[in-house]
């Protein structure tokens, strides 16, 4: 038997996991040994017998599957780009129209919850329809209709979610987040969409850094079951709406209370999510694929919002990223300290408009008393955090104090307890010597939406 090897160039993988379904589906093929594919490299290396299996065989194989024989043009990455940048600029000035933070207060109702799942729904068609339909078009090929495996898979998703609840909740009796928990858990999350995002949108140079899975090697059987159990897994994404209600049911301290929680938030997102699929019979194998990189272009941005929420959690400041934060409040003028009896004083104000004003000069080597006035104190702005300084302040209606020591000649960040709303300490040596009316005000600090609720 004379054996032969031939690699095929192979369009619209967008994760690791793309790998395994094409492998699956040449080895099936009578005659062919051996199917390796890379998403990295964006092919498939066939070793097989040409007395049993040809090229036309392959070809057949890979499009079933879902995928496209050839290379990627290169105008269409650059295309890409541009329609990300686009989406970026687009989403980072809208992200404070509905923000699912602001409503997830110790006491919100089951109604509320479902109407956080049906408001963030954009973002889990982004996240997971590429995924969705996936399943529902590769059933409806094997005769199954398109709604039948979309409700499947969303029955999957309300499971996975729910235990998923019911064991954070579980685990929150037991202790509680530290702030460099939060943090890291954020970034963590935001860097993980921001990698999903360039693959799903077809960037091959970043393919080599996509995270493998221990079982992105296997492939789920195609079975009428398959939709079902790609829904419990998708549980296990690190995405970040799905994140944010994992923490707010592990504050629960209750399993049953968790479990209650992120099942009426997944079953507000069930609608959109079940129309998505129920559609997939009506969409081509080629408008399947524009979108699932349109779905890695909002992956990506808010990738990019959750990174940069994180990076603010742990007290660090990366300048290139205001652009994708929420819409600007005008600050007022930045002011410093007032010293009294060796102790400077300085005032802020917590209201709509975030933290008013967001630039606070200090003395170096003098205590300081921070009093801050909640004027206005929301779901987002009730809590301030200053990471450098492991100092964290639940605000109150009315004058609220903070008292610490700078020792350095340095910046110091704060925010609210999302990282969304920010405002900076400059320590210098002289503070006599600092003009404030020179200062300009801070780039492009996120204010608190219209959806938070004020509380006093």
């Known amino acids: 038997m004379s054996l032969r090897s031939i690699t ?31 998403f990295a490299a964006a092919e498939v290396t066939v070793t097989y017998d040409p007395a049993l299996a040809d090229n036309a065989m ?36 809208l992200t404070d129209a509905y923000d699912i933070d602001s409503q997830l207060q110790n006491n919100v109702s089951y109604f509320v919850l479902f109407s956080i799942g049906a408001l963030t729904s954009l973002h889990c068609i982004g996240m997971c ?13 094997g005769g199954q209709p398109g709604t039948l495996p979309a409700l499947a898979y969303n029955i999957g998703r309300i499971l996975s ?38 693959n799903m949108a077809g960037l091959s140079p970043f393919k080599r850094f996509s995270i493998r899975w221990p079982w ?21 994404m690190p995405c970040g709406p799905l994140q944010t209600m994992q923490l707010y049911a592990l504050g629960t301290g209750s399993a049953v209370n968790g479990a209650t929680a992120m099942f009426f938030f997944a079953l507000g997102t069930v609608p959109f999510m079940l129309t998505i699929g129920s559609l997939s019979g009506f969409l081509s194998k080629g408008h399947s694929q524009k979108i699932v990189k349109f779905s890695g272009v909002l992956v990506l941005a808010l990738g990019l919002i959750m990174a940069d929420r994180g990076l603010a ?71 301030i955090i200053i990471p450098a300084l492991h100092i964290e302040k639940p605000l109150e209606p009315g004058e609220n104090t903070v008292e610490f020591m700078p020792l350095n000649e340095k910046e110091i960040n704060f925010s609210c307890w999302m ?21 300009k005000p801070l780039p492009s600090s996120g204010g608190c939406s219209g959806s938070c609720c004020v509380r006093g």
């Not at 967008?14 to 594919?37: D, F, P, Q, S, Y």
């Not at 990282?419 to 200062?439: H, P, T, Y």
Request: hydrophobic share 45%.
């Open 8 to 38: 095929i160039p192979v369009k619209d993988m967008h994760c690791t996991a793309c790998e395994g379904r094409i492998e699956n589906a040449l080895k099936n093929l009578n005659g062919v040994l051996m199917a390796r594919a890379s």
């Open 58 to 93: 392959f070809a057949a194989a890979i499009e079933k599957s879902g995928y496209s024989i050839g290379k990627a043009p290169r105008y269409g990455k650059l295309l890409g780009l541009l329609l990300i940048f686009t989406a970026i600029f687009l989403l980072g000035n």
């Open 129 to 141: 329809g590429g995924l969705m339909l996936s399943q529902s078009i590769r059933q409806e090929a």
């Open 161 to 198: 979610y729910t235990l998923l609840g019911g064991a954070a909740g579980a685990l929150g009796s037991v202790f509680s987040l530290t702030l460099a928990m939060k943090a890291g858990i954020t970034l963590f999350a935001g860097l993980f969409m921001i990698l999903m995002g360039l």
């Open 216 to 236: 992105s090697g296997y492939a789920v059987q195609t079975t009428r079951r398959s939709p079902f159990v790609v829904g419990c897994l998708n549980g296990l």
């Open 313 to 383: 959690l742990s007290g660090m400041e990366l300048p290139g990223l205001s652009f994708f934060r929420a819409n600007t409040t005008r600050q007022t003028a930045a002011i410093k300290a007032e010293i009294k009896d060796g102790v400077q004083i300085i005032h802020m104000a917590a209201n709509r408009q975030g933290y008013v004003p967001g630039i606070l000069y200090l003395q170096k080597g003098l205590p300081v008393q921070w009093i801050i006035d909640g004027e206005q104190l929301n779901a987002c702005n009730n809590a």
């Open 419 to 439: 990282g969304m709303i920010r405002g900076v300490f400059k320590v210098v040596d002289d503070l006599a010597a600092i003009d404030v009316s020179e200062e």
